[in-house]
């Protein structure tokens, strides 16, 4: 089966490098690559993201959008979701922005609830949600716990998404992580709300041996509940959020949580829909 990884990271930040220790993934554009032909990924989608100084992420001095500055060069078959620092969304940071949207390897735009102190309805976003329905560009909001201890889980809850859903039906959305650890009231959110999808990234750090003990034991039981509840695999994606996991060892995990007869959707087929422009990056 191709898969669509719809999270990833490639941006010189300095606790995903770390992650290198617990996942064993080689942080690099060759890993990156290496790790895509083992698992028949077709394309990444990256997160961007940036920090001026090692661990100062999230960064309200970062430059707004803010990209995937891993290497001098992006690897092939990967699209990117440039990220917003509300603190350096003025009208400059809006056009480059609207430049950025323009591009062919540009699928989205990224949102850090949580790690920005502002919730997703929040006024100082609705520029970038008008660019989004202008260039029928999709949303990715971080939701759930945040991989630093500065940030602030009221932001992140996936409940605060229903508001921005129901006023923006011009848009649509992706909930990484399902909001974990609240993915009950993430699957209610994506359930009630057509404009809203989710992607099942970033639930563990570690190894195929982490994966593995986490699956046998009952750590993973509300996310069962939850998938279940949601009961909309059409709007759910495959994301691993790399490097903080090998991409093959988390498809094959998600693929154990998903329904067989839902594969083709969740770890291919929604993320063309959500992203239409990846569609020109892609050779099957
Ligand atoms: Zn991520």
Redesign the pocket.
């Known amino acids: 089966m191709t898969i669509i990884d719809a ?1 990833v ?1 490639f941006s010189n930040i300095q606790s995903f490098i770390d992650t290198e220790h617990q996942s064993r993934v080689d942080y690099s554009g060759k890993g990156l690559r290496k790790e895509m032909d083992e698992g028949g990924v077709a394309l990444c989608i990256g ?1 961007g993201v940036t920090e001026t100084e090692p661990e100062e992420f999230p960064d309200p001095l970062a430059v707004s959008p803010m990209m995937l500055d891993l290497e001098p060069e992006i690897p092939a078959s990967l699209a990117v979701c440039p990220g917003i620092n509300p603190y350096s969304l003025d009208q400059e940071g809006l056009d480059r922005l609207e430049k950025e949207i323009q591009k062919p390897a540009v699928a989205g735009i990224k949102i850090y609830l949580g790690y920005y102190p502002f919730y997703a309805y929040d006024s100082v976003y609705q520029p970038v949600y008008d660019l989004a329905a202008a260039y029928q560009t999709p949303v990715v909001f971080h939701t759930g716990d945040t991989y630093s201890e500065r940030g602030l889980l009221k932001y992140a809850h996936p409940l605060t998404l229903d508001e921005v859903a129901v006023d923006r039906r011009d848009v649509n959305f992706m909930m ?1 992580h399902l909001g974990d650890p609240w993915v009950l009231t993430g699957a209610e959110v994506v359930y009630k709300n057509p404009n809203m999808f989710a992607d099942l ?2 639930w563990v750090v570690g190894t195929k041996a982490d994966l593995d003990e986490k699956l046998a034991g009952d750590h993973f039981n509300h996310v069962r509940h939850a998938l279940s509840f949601c009961d909309h695999y059409e709007k759910l994606l495959f994301g691993s ?1 790399w490097p903080l996991v090998p991409i093959k060892d988390y498809a094959e995990f998600i693929g154990n949580l998903i329904p067989s007869r839902h594969h083709e959707h969740v770890f291919y087929e929604n993320a063309l829909r959500l992203f239409p422009k990846i569609k020109n990056m892609i050779q099957r």
Do not use: K
């Open positions: 999270h990271h997160m990484a990234s970033g959020d």
